[in-house]
């Protein structure tokens, strides 16, 4: 009668609303009470019992704020007490989702510190020792350095260097200090006590490949000196060996190569003497001479061995030869040529003669000679 038709349809939609409402409240209600009565007060209690045993244990956690979020856990806990009284569930079931991962985590970063920790006594001891003995090294070069620069030339290059390494190996001895006093104070939890050992260890790292370098280039001089002094004698065995060779085969004439040869390799070899003499000894300069001796001597060596050789078989090749000097006034000729060059001294000369002039009737008579040279 008061044609209140059109209402009718909000009315029941209403009453639908709130009995969708009723439905959740039904579902969601007594997760949500086990939840704040239960589960999260107990989560609660576990943690900060955890968290206690762990500060007593030494851990610093003050950088996880604990007690101040479980403060604020709790007072939105009973905030949430009231909204479920009035049935009020908007973003309720989220909240306590959020507390529980919250206090999940929390868990986890108990168990990482834990870890870290374990791993950061086992790094520092590491380092510790690697400290050691780098200090070690160090101060033992040091001592050593004065007789260094007495016994070589070092370059400034390199003093350098070793006063660089020297300075930062100081810094990170002060580095190190710092950090165990930082440990002493329990101020810093472990995870960013481990990062910091972790950027010393690299310095470290980086001091011992630069140490390495520096000892090996030092180093290396002293087997440069031994190993100059043993190619010396190798030096003179061989330039004995060349003026021996000499000395067995008689030559009517000995080339004047031969003697500015030999002039040459015995200066190389005083001026090795002379470098070895010095203090300090430059070992760039001494290698240089060391390889022009050596080069000079093997050279020495292989012109005598080959002039001796060439004289000996431009004489075996004019002996074979005079059977055949009545054949032919041309191989008569020829071995006569072949003799004045080797009186001369000119033994190749001869021996290419003497070969030519005996191919006349032994066709390929070198490889025969060659054959007599070495049968002898």
Not at 37 to 50: D, G, S
Not at 231 to 253: C, G, W, Y
Not at 357 to 372: C, M, S, V, W
């Amino acid at each position: 009668e008061e044609n209140d038709y059109d209402e009718v349809s909000h009315i029941v939609r209403a009453i639908d609303e709130m009995i969708k409402h009723m439905q959740v409240v039904i579902d969601e209600v007594p997760s949500i009470v086990i939840s704040i009565t239960m589960i999260i007060p107990k989560r609660t209690e576990e943690v900060l019992k955890t968290y206690e045993q762990m500060q007593n244990d030494g851990y610093q956690l003050d950088f996880l704020n604990v007690e101040y979020n479980i403060e604020e856990i709790e007072k939105k806990i009973s905030e949430i007490k009231d909204k479920v009284k009035v049935l009020n569930l908007e973003e309720v079931i989220f909240e306590l989702k959020t507390f529980m991962e919250y206090l999940d985590n929390l868990f986890n970063d108990f168990e990482r510190e834990k870890m870290v920790k374990k791993v950061f006594e086992e790094n520092i001891i590491i380092f510790k020792t690697k400290m050691v003995k780098l200090n070690r090294i160090v101060n033992e070069f040091y001592g050593q350095l004065e007789v260094l620069k007495r016994q070589y030339s070092l370059s400034k290059e390199e003093l350098d260097s070793l006063d660089t390494l020297s300075g930062d190996l100081n810094n990170l001895n002060l580095d190190f200090r710092a950090l165990s006093d930082t440990i002493k104070t329990k101020v810093f939890p472990f995870s960013k006590l481990n990062k910091e050992l972790e950027v010393l260890s690299l310095k470290l790292s980086k001091i011992e490949d630069r140490l390495e370098v520096i000892i090996s280039s030092l180093g290396s001089m002293k087997d440069d000196e031994v190993r100059a002094k043993e190619q010396l004698t190798d030096i003179n065995k061989f330039l004995v060996k060349a003026k021996s060779k000499m000395r067995e085969h008689k030559l009517p004439i000995v080339p004047n190569n031969y003697f500015i040869q030999l002039k040459e390799a015995q200066i190389a070899i005083k001026e090795v003497t002379k470098e070895l003499d010095k203090k300090p000894i430059d070992i760039d300069t001494l290698n240089t001479r060391v390889d022009t001796a050596r080069d000079l001597v093997l050279k020495l060596y292989n012109f005598t061995n080959e002039m001796v050789k060439t004289s000996m078989l431009a004489e075996m090749a004019i002996v074979y030869g005079n059977r055949y000097r009545s054949t032919k006034t041309k191989i008569e000729d020829g071995l006569s040529r072949a003799e004045i060059f080797f009186i001369r001294g000119e033994y190749k000369r001869a021996l290419e003669v003497a070969i030519n002039t005996i191919d006349i009737i032994e066709p390929g008579f070198y490889r025969h000679l060659l054959n007599l040279y070495e049968s002898n």
